[in-house]
């Protein structure tokens, strides 16, 4: 075992090797902006530059990558796979409905039958906050664990495909104005994005949302809360929505959907009040009508599929960097 972490451990601490390096990726919370800038520097190596598709590399020859995924995905599971592939690995998608996780079997025992097929890395997503910290604690030295998107906790591949796509797009991050908006209370895509955007040196982060989906302790995690949305948008270069993530609210926050549109969906009226030149980035899967207009999800400003795009170059960076600093820790894999 790679020896259990106490819960006082840091979450920065718990990914990284005695000499710092990166050899899980659980959350940006608490990694260093070199490591941040070095996933996105390795990920704009796999984009070419000439249609700005994703190149392939034989980096993972002879490894084996199980996607582990007890909550539902496209774009993450899809480009998790994808960039497997790429990067040339065997590649086990386990459904887990149709697993021995539905006959009883524990988290644990699954996880031990995949170490005895030698597999080198589990992608991991799961509905409860914390579980893939559960798993990285018990994995054997040598095997890598990614954070797929836990709880409301970390979603630490979606945070650094939107870095990716903010600085393709945008060429810095100091001079940005950054809005985030919408169910930020329930998201861990906010969360891991917050931590990105501040430690790769974003200012003038505002969180806009109501005060059910949004708490005025947010701000604790340096961003500047706003309640108006025309308001919080006035002059921005960024904007993220997020979708209203009812699967995980305990009751009914809101008084309708449509409400929530009148108050706080991206429409092109309110998009007149970011800069003219503004992003438009969500993480999907997008709800039209809810939290942004299909006019603007699909308008010349949006960046959604591109965010999509990135997501493969940015796994595959992640993939490699953990795996390739793992096994310099002396694993006989
Ligand atoms: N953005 C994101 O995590 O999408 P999926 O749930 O489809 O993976």
Not at 218 to 237: I, K, S, T, Y
């Amino acid at each position: 075992m790679n020896g259990l972490h106490p819960a006082s451990v840091p979450i920065a601490a718990r990914q990284l090797d005695g000499d710092g390096r990166l050899i899980h990726f659980l959350s940006p919370e608490g990694l260093s902006r070199d490591i941040l800038e070095g996933i996105l520097d390795t990920a704009a190596g796999f984009i070419d530059e000439n249609d700005e598709a994703v190149k392939k590399a034989p980096l993972l020859r002879g490894k084996t990558v199980a996607n582990l995924f007890f909550e539902n995905s496209t774009r993450t599971l899809t480009t998790f796979e994808l960039a497997a592939k790429r990067l040339s690995a065997d590649v086990l998608n386990i459904n887990i409905r149709t697993s021995s996780t539905a006959k009883g079997e524990s988290l644990l025992d699954t996880l031990h039958n995949l170490q005895a097929m030698l597999c080198d890395m589990f992608v991991v997503r799961h509905a409860e906050s914390g579980a893939v910290h559960f798993i990285t604690d018990h994995v054997a030295p040598g095997v890598s664990v990614i954070n797929a998107g836990d709880g409301r906790h970390a979603h630490p591949t979606q945070a650094m495909l939107d870095m990716l796509t903010i600085f393709r797009k945008k060429g810095s991050f100091e001079q940005l104005a950054v809005a985030v908006v919408g169910d930020i209370a329930h998201s861990r895509v906010a969360r891991s994005e917050i931590h990105a955007l501040k430690t790769l040196g974003v200012k003038d982060l505002r969180l806009i949302g109501p005060t059910t989906l949004l708490p005025e302790s947010f701000a604790e995690l340096g961003g500047q809360v706003w309640r108006n949305m025309q308001q919080g948008l006035d002059g921005v270069d960024v904007i993220m929505m997020l979708r209203l993530q009812r699967e995980r609210m305990a009751a009914a926050l809101l008084p309708s959907r449509r409400e929530y549109f009148n108050h706080y969906g991206l429409s092109e009226e309110r998009l007149k009040h970011a800069k003219p030149d503004a992003l438009v980035m969500h993480p999907g899967p997008i709800n039209r009508g809810v939290e942004i207009a299909s006019s603007v999800a699909d308008g010349t400003q949006s960046a959604i599929l591109q965010q999509v795009t990135y997501g493969l170059a940015v796994r595959m960076a992640v993939m490699s960097i953990v795996l390739g600093n793992n096994r310099q820790v002396g694993s006989p894999r």
